[in-house]
């Protein structure tokens, strides 16, 4: 039903480029349109649905998006149906057809036409043909994958068309594919699909391996040979960007543990303190995104993609505040004590958890992706999202900043020279309480910090610190206490392979076998992979 | 930030003042009612909800004159999140409180720690949460949804709706995904589904990186048949997921998600706008347009201070749960459990989504099944419906196991897990 309806609708646009259709018809459209407020079901709806399509008219596109949407709504007074795009008390409508204002009307006065899977699948089919011509490039890439999706040789010289004319590369690519794969099902010569399975061959993508594999169980004689040929060097091809994914995967991974635990490289790792209390810096970190946002939600909305930039510093600052006040108040009384630190920095752990869940609820609060952030990319044949990819060079500059931090700066070199000799840093008269304090609230800043990264791909709840603190100990106790690439080097290699591992052993094994693992190295090396040489903090 | 704990601990310090107060005033004339969700740790997330709806439902009850010409006493205990606790709370409850009945419990694992305390001490447990079935307990009232009351239509709609012929079964690692997965399992071989047309995939409690599993399910769903995914992940390591559904593209049209734990709660941590078209299947979803829901919406909202807060299935599980045991005291005169057990069944107070649940012999109820699609605001728009109420079925018939059995806890039957072949009374279960 749709082949025909996007048969129709392609033609018409050809026929429309050469004498413009008159507006005769808007009284039927306008009549057809109005049905939808009578209709009963989501079978009733999609009849109207493709009644619009077939009239082949361009100008239905915009209600039938807008249906799509889930804002085409109708008066219930007078049955009139009307596009409302915006939310609240009372809504703006406007004209179906003509997208002219309409009045306005509250929200209990209209009803809303009902939409399903179902039905946005078969509006995305209908109006695919439709779009094809338009400008924007998205747009004509969602035409372009609804008719690689659905091969049609009656659609081919429609494509065809479209593809000469084509200037964006991945709309060019998709449309290349519905060519290669309606040439197959269509009656044309040998050599056309040959070069059709070469052009799918050369795509290797899944859509194209499914196809052949249907493609081949049909053909006969030469091209059955051709295409299972293609499909084992599809599959080969496949394979070897599975291991890339493999790979992209377990960087991504590695790099929410780099960012997870590189405070407590700092505070476990230089000053020797167990916080069991660091998750819940993070979480302090994230829910400052979360206030941060709110507050732009509600007064300044233009500057939401700013939101995240405009969050770290005062995360950073909020954490390090608390890291100073708990330095401060708790753990200077307990230093060389690590069990009651552990005990202790414990209990503040479920302090801050409760007071949090006191102050802001114990459900989920909502942090919003910046448009910058959201959405993924191709390369080759794997997905890459911009959230992970953002947050993996949001890692490594955090990192960068505090190995400069540490090796190039006066406050780095104190903090050293009081971790690895106490008494001698003092008598050279550097304030060791003052550097332990700062040391301490930098770690925890750090923390806050990569609160604000995970507050993009986590849940923002009390919960949230939990459920990275075994992980960021695992990390630095693997990596070698005290040294920031070990930090670095540990969170990437066992990212890397948690990822590789997941795949054969399921993700539950998985995480008990990188447990093992950890557990058999540090047997054999109990200082992490790259030892600090030299005094420690018991000296 | 010491200001604030200092104004929390001269609050907490006031409530716990003014709660031995008014204990020591009414100590002499209320019927005191348990409830026991935890209000610290993992599961607070979920459960502080419904023990402020159950407060809610005592004050309401008290301003309509109580019960039984007394006044309800809410005593709350905050079992943490920590199972063993569970008992330890719910004993607390029925030996030092002499509670009439309790409400409470969430995860599957917080109840089989309960269990046993409630029938060593007879008394009454209402369970709000949908839950894997195969168990039948004389104490306890399932209010929740058992599998054929949740997943077993939800599959049912997929397949007629949506053509859905691939099946991608991913569930936290635990109790109840493992055993509604093993239904739909068998419920989808029966039905005609290939092995290779299945994949089974468990996931750690709180996974929250997804990169692999929704790149494996987009691979699964790219091999020409229509594929959808039954989601029995839970409570925090949704967020995460539908965010990276959202992020690589995964569109609802394409590869459906149908979630069993997914709620109006869970989905307020959520940009909703890449996830419309998702589906739930649940008993209850808060835009149901009927004049119950609107009141019960309007009077949470105003008990909670908070306009925007949302509804969610276990709230509804928790008020039809608390009208029938209310009702059940009223015909049976008294509070005393076995009165109520012999009371209760049959018992049928209005739902909210238009209708009345009914307590079955089993101890589950009669409930609607709704599947609705997340919208843009974060409710759930209701696209298919059962035609009448379903009964809640505590012995799943797709498990060799429990096939043959019933639940009837009507004399003479009085039997957990009767079974039909042998004519006895016993076998697989808890009794």
């Given at each position: 039903m749709y082949r025909k309806s996007i048969l129709a609708l392609l033609t018409i646009w050809c026929l429309s480029l050469f004498a413009p259709v008159a507006n005769a018809q808007d009284a039927d459209l306008q009549a057809i349109i109005q049905k939808f407020a009578t209709s009963k079901n989501f079978n009733q709806t999609k009849a109207i649905v493709t009644e619009l399509a077939e009239t082949g008219d361009a100008s239905v596109a915009g209600v039938l998006n807008a249906l799509?949407?889930?804002?085409?709504?109708?008066?219930?007074?007078?049955?009139?149906?009307?596009?409302?795009?915006?939310?609240?008390?009372?809504?703006?409508?406007?004209?179906?057809?003509?997208?002219?204002?309409?009045?306005?009307?509250?929200?209990?006065?209209?009803?809303?036409?009902?939409?399903?899977?179902?039905?946005?699948?078969?509006?995305?089919?209908?109006?695919?043909?439709?779009?094809?011509?338009?400008?924007?490039?998205?747009?004509?890439?969602?035409?372009?994958?609804?008719?690689?999706?659905?091969?049609?040789?009656?659609?081919?010289?429609?494509?065809?068309?479209?593809?000469?004319?084509?200037?964006?590369?991945?709309?060019?690519?998709?449309?290349?594919?519905?060519?290669?794969?309606?040439?197959?099902?269509?009656?044309?010569?040998?050599?056309?699909?040959?070069?059709?399975?070469?052009?799918?061959?050369a795509l290797g993508n899944r859509e194209a391996l499914a196809f052949l594999t249907?493609?081949?169980?049909?053909?006969?004689?030469?091209?059955?040979?051709l295409a299972a040929r293609a499909i084992t060097k599809i599959e080969k091809n496949l394979k070897l960007w599975g291991m890339g994914q493999n790979v992209w995967y377990g960087v991504s991974l590695g790099s929410v543990l780099l960012l997870a635990a590189i405070g407590l490289a700092i505070t476990f790792g230089v000053m020797g303190v167990i916080n069991m209390a660091h998750g819940e810096m993070v979480m302090l970190g994230a829910y400052t995104t979360y206030l941060v946002q709110e507050i732009i939600r509600n007064s300044m909305p233009e500057l939401m993609d700013w939101s995240l930039l405009i969050a770290l510093p005062l995360a950073f600052m909020v954490s390090a505040l608390v890291g100073l006040v708990l330095e401060r108040g708790v753990i200077r009384f307990l230093y060389g004590r690590p069990l009651e630190t552990l005990l202790a920095t414990w209990g503040v752990s479920l302090i801050l958890q409760q007071a949090v869940r006191t102050l802001f609820g114990p459900s989920n609060q909502e942090v919003s992706n910046p448009s910058w952030m959201s959405g993924a990319f191709e390369l080759g044949q794997i997905t890459i999202t911009w959230n992970r990819l953002y947050i993996l060079i949001f890692a490594l500059c955090v990192f960068a900043v505090l190995l400069w931090a540490f090796n190039k700066t006066s406050l780095g070199l104190q903090m050293r020279a009081v971790t690895q000799n106490r008494r001698m840093a003092s008598a050279m008269g550097i304030r060791t309480p003052w550097v332990d304090a700062l040391t301490f609230m930098l770690g925890s800043g750090i923390a806050g910090i990569a609160g604000v990264a995970l507050s993009q791909i986590d849940n923002v709840s009390p919960n949230l610190g939990q459920s990275y603190i075994i992980d960021s100990f695992m990390v630095v106790v693997f990596g070698g206490v005290g040294n920031l690439w070990g930090t670095l080097v540990g969170a990437l290699s066992l990212g890397v392979f948690n990822k590789f591992l997941e795949p054969y052993a399921g993700a539950v094994l998985g995480k008990i076998l990188v447990l093992v693992f950890i557990i058999l190295f540090i047997q054999k090396k109990p200082r992490g992979l790259f030892a600090l040489k030299g005094r420690a903090i018991e000296t | 930030m010491t200001g604030k704990l200092k104004t929390l601990a001269l609050a907490s310090l006031a409530s716990t003042i003014m709660a031995t107060a008014s204990f020591t005033a009414n100590a002499q004339e209320t019927i005191k009612v348990g409830i026991l969700h935890s209000l610290s740790g993992t599961m607070a997330i979920s459960e502080t909800t419904l023990k402020d709806a159950m407060l809610m439902l005592i004050d309401e009850q008290n301003k309509k004159g109580g019960l039984l010409g007394k006044q309800l006493e809410a005593v709350v205990v905050d079992p943490a999140s920590d199972w063993p606790l569970f008992a330890e709370k719910a004993r607390e409850l029925i030996e030092g409180d002499d509670v009439a009945s309790v409400f409470g419990c969430w995860t599957s694992v917080s109840r089989k720690s309960v269990l046993p305390v409630f029938e060593e001490l007879n008394s009454l447990l209402f369970y709000p949460v949908q839950y894997e079935g195969e168990e039948s307990q004389r104490n306890v009232f399932y209010t929740g949804a058992a599998p054929n009351q949740q997943a077993i239509p939800a599959v049912d709609y997929l397949m007629e709706n949506e053509g859905v012929e691939r099946w991608v079964l991913a569930g936290t690692d635990y109790v109840y995904p493992r055993t509604t997965n093993k239904i739909l399992e068998a419920y989808l071989k029966a039905k005609g589904v290939a092995e290779e047309d299945i994949m089974i995939n468990y996931t750690p409690f709180g996974h929250s990186d997804w990169q692999t599993i929704v790149a494996d399910i987009s691979a699964f769903g790219s091999a020409g048949k229509k594929t959808a995914v039954v989601s029995t992940i839970n409570g925090d390591a949704n967020v995460p997921f539908y965010k990276e559904l959202g992020n690589q593209g995964i569109k609802a049209e394409d590869i459906p998600v149908v979630a069993f734990s997914v709620g109006e709660e869970e989905l307020a941590g959520?940009?909703?706008?890449?996830?419309?078209?998702?589906?739930?299947?649940?008993?209850?979803?808060?835009?149901?347009?009927?004049?119950?829901?609107?009141?019960?919406?309007?009077?949470?909202?105003?008990?909670?201070?908070?306009?925007?807060r949302v509804t969610n299935d276990p709230m509804e599980a928790h008020y039809i749960g608390f009208n029938m045991w209310i009702k059940a005291v009223e015909k049976a005169g008294t509070t005393d459990p076995d009165a109520v057990i012999d009371a209760i069944v049959g018992v049928s107070v209005p739902n909210l989504t238009g209708g009345f649940s009914a307590m079955m012999p089993n101890h589950h109820i009669t409930k609607p099944v709704l599947i609705g699609e997340i919208q843009e605001d974060g409710q759930f728009e209701t696209v298919w419906e059962t035609s009448g109420l379903v009964v809640g079925d505590a012995w799943s018939d797709y498990l060799p196991d429990s096939k043959d059995l019933i639940a009837d806890w009507r004399a003479p039957m009085s039997c957990g897990n009767f079974n039909t072949a042998t004519g006895q009374c016993g076998g697989k279960g808890v009794n």
């Open positions: 799509s949407d889930g804002s085409v709504y109708f008066r219930k007074s007078d049955n009139q149906v009307f596009v409302v795009p915006g939310s609240g008390k009372t809504l703006e409508l406007f004209d179906p057809l003509t997208g002219e204002a309409a009045g306005e009307a509250g929200k209990r006065d209209l009803k809303k036409v009902k939409v399903n899977n179902a039905l946005r699948r078969s509006i995305r089919d209908a109006i695919g043909g439709l779009t094809l011509a338009s400008e924007n490039p998205s747009v004509r890439l969602t035409a372009a994958n609804t008719l690689a999706a659905n091969p049609d040789v009656e659609a081919l010289p429609a494509i065809e068309a479209a593809l000469e004319r084509e200037t964006d590369d991945t709309v060019a690519k998709r449309l290349r594919q519905a060519q290669a794969s309606a040439i197959l099902i269509s009656d044309r010569s040998l050599e056309d699909k040959t070069n059709a399975v070469n052009v799918m061959t249907r493609f081949e169980a049909q053909a006969d004689g030469e091209l059955k040979t | 959520l940009d909703t706008a890449p996830l419309v078209g998702h589906l739930a299947a649940w008993n209850y979803f808060q835009s149901a347009d009927t004049d119950e829901n609107a009141e019960f919406i309007e009077k949470w909202q105003a008990f909670i201070g908070d306009e925007n």
